[in-house]
Each structure stands twice: as structure tokens, then as C-alpha cells.
């Protein structure tokens, strides 16, 4: 029967009592042949929505509306009660001398939570109420597990994200977040459709993980007998389409890392990668703020909005700060006047960070942003700039050749997006797979493989090319005002019970 649910403290025994009353109800139902399960359709003519929408025009009209009972008051020859469906929920009223003695005796059987069809008048009672006045219900599917008591709402949160679909039923309001996220979806391919942006497909298992600093996910191909990673980024694939042609592309697609869980973090997530030909991370940036502009334009008519209680202002253009000034903006320290990697790190101690003797210049400033800065960013910023030590995939700033033309997002101090003027010298991207592999033999499980195919497809030629990565959660979480990345993910990654 699945955990049960407890009802405010209600005692377990008292829950499986009713457990048990509805089962026996099911079976009475059964004996009687009506047993609701065989019901394969219900023909409704609108949903609560429309009838609370249009009451003027439906106004003594027949309608037949399904769902979900979730509220009952039973007052002898006549009761009120509630369904939810899709749209909303809407009020019902039930009399024995409308709907027949043996109908409205069965109906009054009835539990919350119970699925019901009810055809009837759409009216308005005396107290106001628009409602519908029921000639007919019939029990669609009997709900043999409780609800939260008296709809109050379930609130252990680790239960509701386990049983999502409890969660939606007590908590409608959680479904505002999830129809947010499919619309943000919908306008981020509106966008790119409209800039020409061909949507593509590319694989989930690799044989070799690369495109991100990443654990991945170890499976193993019986057939071939290899070991396979499930992706942790779509890049190397999606770069590999620009070299073979395509000039703009684009994917939305999960991505699995074998990594830590919190409120930013879940193992499954979902990115939006494009790449574009004959640009560089400059155009990205442009993209990018026009892109969240577009979307919050058509989710709010603004493009300003609040996310847990701050006001956050989307309108293009952002800021834009090298990853140098923004460090020396919030530490006073200058990273990139340090003409040596020793002289970095006497820098790296005046700001009492951990130096253990071989950590370049290019490392503790990347170490410096994200302990004194990253958490001070709240109104959308690109940071710029990046060490070519974190950023194997980027190309090298001609004039500075330590960093690289990367930026990142930041908004409400969280990252959400990623960028490169794309590295296409097939020479450098080897020498830099060849470093991140000595990475990987002292340790580093992050560190890229070597791939040796796009290394061979670079050389056939890529012509320059940005590239940007978003995290459609987070994004998700800012347009939606969701403190959590469980609450934009319908059934986000839980440990199991007992562990």
C-alpha cells in the first residue's frame, strides 16, 4: 500500500484503520458490480475553470466536471463538497430528492479524496457560491489511502518531495512552480527559433565523460563490453556538430553527475546548451541577459521580479566585471598585478587563505573569487575572465594568455550560467586533456578525460565559436521563486528510507 500517510500525529493503527474501512468499501462496491476501476472514461464538458470563468453564459446550463473530492459536509438530505481537477477546484451540491434515495445513499460512502464525475446545473446558492447541483456522481476511483487531515497540507517537506504526488494533491499551489517551468522551457525554444537555433539530439551514454569538471555516472554495455558514463554535459558533442556545419545549435537535456545533493545541487538536472559559429563569449553575454529578459517579459510583463524577497532587476544590459576586479573590488587584492605564481600566493596569505607551495596564480584567484565574492553577487553579473587552469574547453585572452575569455552568471549568489569563446586549436585543446589527466593520476576525479575523437574533429577544423551552458533549474528557481532546486523538480533524487 505504500508509507502511509500520517494525519497530524494521528496514531499508525488509526491510519490503517481507515486503510482498512476502504478497502472494504472497494470490495463491497465490487460484490455490488460497480466496481469504479472498470470505468475506462468520463465525458466532461469543462472544468472548474471555465465554470467560474463563464458563469454568466453557463448559468442553468448541464455540465459534467471530474476530479478529485477533497472537501465533504454530509447535512442529512443534502450535503456540500469540493472537487479539485486540473484547473482548480469548485463547489458541488448533492440532494437526495434530486439525485434519487439509492444514488445519493452511495454517494454519501464516498471518502476524500475519491476521483468522482458529477453532472449537473451550474448555479450559484444562496451564500453565493457558484456550484455545480448534482443529478449524477459516479465514482470514478476510490482512494484507499488518506489524505492529510482535513486538507490542512502536508508539511513534512522530505515526505512531500518523496510523494509528489500527495504533495500535489494538498498543496495545489506547488504546481504554479512546475507550470512556470514548462513555459520558461517553451520560450527559451521560441527565442532561439526565432534567432535561428536548430534543436538536436545527442547521446546520453558516452564512452568517454567529458565537457564539464565532473564525477560521472560509471554504467557498463554488456554487448560491447565496455564501461560507459551517463553525460555530464552536452558540449563536446554539440561542438563537434559546428564542425561538421551546423552554425547555430541547441539542446535541452538531462545531465547526471555523481556529485553532492543541497538546495542547488541535484544529481539529474537540466541544461540548456547552444553553440553559435562566428562569434565570441561577447555575443554569449548579449544572448544570455536578452534571453532571461525575453522570458521573464512573458511570464510577468516585467523584467523586474522578486526572488525571496529581494528585488532582482533582469533588464539587459548586466553587469560585467573581469573575475581579477571583482576580487580586488571585495578583498582589495590584485591578483593580476602578481608577476609570478610565489608573488600570487603571498597575496593568497595576506587574505589568510590555505597556500601549500604549488598553487599557480591562476588557481588562487579562481580559490579567492569563490570564497570572498561569489556569495556578495545578487543582481545579475557576468564574471569574466577566467584561468585557463578551470577552463580546459576555453580560449586562451590573446593579450593576457593566463585566462581565458570565459564568464559565468551569477544572480541571487548563485551560478547559473556558463560561457566560452570556444577553444578550437585541436593542439592546445590537446596539451590541456593531456594536463587534465595528470590531474586525474594525483587524484582528481573532476579532471577531463582525454577525448581523443573530438581532438580529431577539431582538426578537420571548428571555426571560432561561443558557446554558453544554463542551468534550467536554477533559472527555473529564479523566475519561479523557489528557494530549493527539489521544489522545480517533480521527483528530485531522495535517499532511500532506512539509509
Known amino acids: 500500500m505504500g508509507q502511509e500517510i500520517k494525519n497530524n500525529g494521528a496514531a499508525q493503527e488509526d491510519v490503517s484503520q481507515v486503510v482498512r474501512v476502504r478497502q472494504e468499501k472497494l470490495r463491497a462496491l465490487k460484490e455490488q458490480g460497480k466496481n469504479p476501476f472498470e470505468i475506462v472514461k468520463f465525458d466532461r464538458t469543462a472544468d472548474s475553470k471555465e465554470i467560474l470563468d463563464h458563469f454568466e453564459e453557463l448559468e442553468g446550463s448541464e455540465a459534467a466536471i471530474a476530479g478529485r473530492i477533497i472537501s465533504k459536509r454530509v447535512m442529512g438530505k443534502a450535503s456540500f463538497f469540493h472537487i479539485m481537477d486540473g484547473a482548480g477546484k469548485i463547489q458541488c451540491y448533492a440532494r437526495r430528492d434530486v439525485m434519487g434515495d439509492e444514488p445519493y445513499a452511495q454517494y454519501k460512502t464516498y471518502d476524500i479524496g475519491d476521483i468522482v464525475g458529477v453532472k449537473g446545473e451550474v448555479f450559484r446558492t444562496n451564500a453565493g457560491e457558484i456550484s455545480v447541483k448534482c443529478h449524477e456522481v459516479t465514482l470514478l476511483a476510490k482512494s484507499l489511502q488518506p489524505l492529510p487531515e482535513k486538507f490542512h497540507g502536508l508539511k513534512d517537506t522530505d515526505l512531500r518531495y518523496r510523494q509528489r504526488y500527495v504533495d500535489l494533491i494538498v498543496n495545489p499551489e506547488v504546481k504554479e512552480a512546475f507550470v512556470i517551468r514548462s513555459k520558461v522551457i517553451k520560450y527559451i525554444r521560441e527565442y532561439l527559433d526565432e534567432k535561428g537555433f536548430i534543436e538536436v539530439e545527442t547521446p546520453i551514454l558516452h564512452a568517454t565523460a567529458g565537457g564539464a569538471a565532473a564525477r560521472p555516472f560509471i554504467t557498463h554495455h554488456n554487448t560491447l563490453d565496455i564501461d560507459m558514463y551517463l553525460r555530464i554535459a552536452t558540449e563536446l558533442h554539440l561542438k563537434r556538430l559546428i564542425v561538421g556545419g551546423f552554425e547555430r545549435v541547441f539542446e535541452i537535456g538531462r545531465i547526471f553527475r555523481n556529485e553532492g545533493m543541497d538546495t542547488k545541487h541535484n544529481p539529474e538536472f537540466t541544461t540548456m546548451e547552444l553553440y553559435q559559429a562566428y562569434t565570441d563569449y561577447h555575443g554569449m553575454m548579449e544572448l544570455c541577459e536578452n534571453l532571461f529578459a525575453y522570458c521573464a517579459n512573458k511570464l510577468y510583463g516585467t523584467t523586474k521580479i522578486t526572488y525571496q524577497g529581494e528585488e532582482i532587476d533582469l533588464t539587459p544590459p548586466w553587469n560585467r566585471m573581469t573575475m581579477a576586479q571583482a576580487v580586488e573590488q571585495y578583498t582589495g587584492v590584485n591578483f593580476a598585478a602578481a608577476q609570478s605564481d610565489e608573488e600570487a600566493r603571498e597575496l593568497a596569505k595576506s587574505l589568510h587563505m590555505e597556500v601549500s607551495g604549488d598553487e599557480t596564480r591562476g588557481t588562487l584567484l579562481n580559490a579567492?573569487?569563490?570564497?570572498?565574492?561569489?556569495?556578495?553577487?545578487?543582481?545579475?553579473?557576468?564574471?569574466?575572465?577566467?584561468?585557463?587552469?578551470?577552463?580546459?574547453?576555453?580560449?586562451?585572452?590573446?593579450?593576457?594568455?593566463?585566462?581565458?575569455?570565459?564568464?559565468?552568471?551569477?544572480?541571487?549568489?548563485?551560478?547559473?550560467?556558463?560561457?566560452?569563446?570556444?577553444?578550437?586549436?585541436?593542439?592546445?585543446?590537446?596539451?590541456?586533456?593531456?594536463?587534465?589527466?595528470?590531474?586525474?593520476?594525483?587524484?582528481?576525479?573532476?579532471?577531463?578525460?582525454?577525448?581523443?575523437?573530438?581532438?580529431?574533429?577539431?582538426?578537420?577544423?571548428?571555426?571560432p565559436t561561443g558557446g554558453i551552458g544554463i542551468g534550467i533549474d536554477r533559472m527555473v528557481m529564479l523566475l519561479a521563486d523557489a528557494y530549493s532546486i527539489r521544489d522545480v523538480l517533480l521527483f528530485p533524487t531522495m535517499k532511500p528510507i532506512g539509509k
Not at 552568471?409 to 592546445?428: C, G, K, M, W, Y
Not at 573532476?446 to 578537420?460: K, P, R, S, T
Open 368 to 463: 579567492a573569487f569563490e570564497e570572498f565574492v561569489e556569495e556578495k553577487l545578487t543582481q545579475p553579473t557576468f564574471i569574466m575572465d577566467y584561468p585557463v587552469e578551470v577552463s580546459p574547453l576555453a580560449k586562451r585572452k590573446a593579450d593576457e594568455p593566463w585566462l581565458t575569455e570565459r564568464f559565468e552568471l551569477f544572480i541571487t549568489r548563485r551560478e547559473i550560467a556558463n560561457a566560452f569563446s570556444e577553444l578550437n586549436d585541436p593542439v592546445d585543446q590537446k596539451e590541456r586533456f593531456l594536463a587534465q589527466l595528470k590531474e586525474r593520476e594525483k587524484g582528481d576525479e573532476e579532471a577531463h578525460m582525454m577525448d581523443e575523437d573530438f581532438v580529431n574533429a577539431l582538426e578537420y577544423g571548428m571555426p
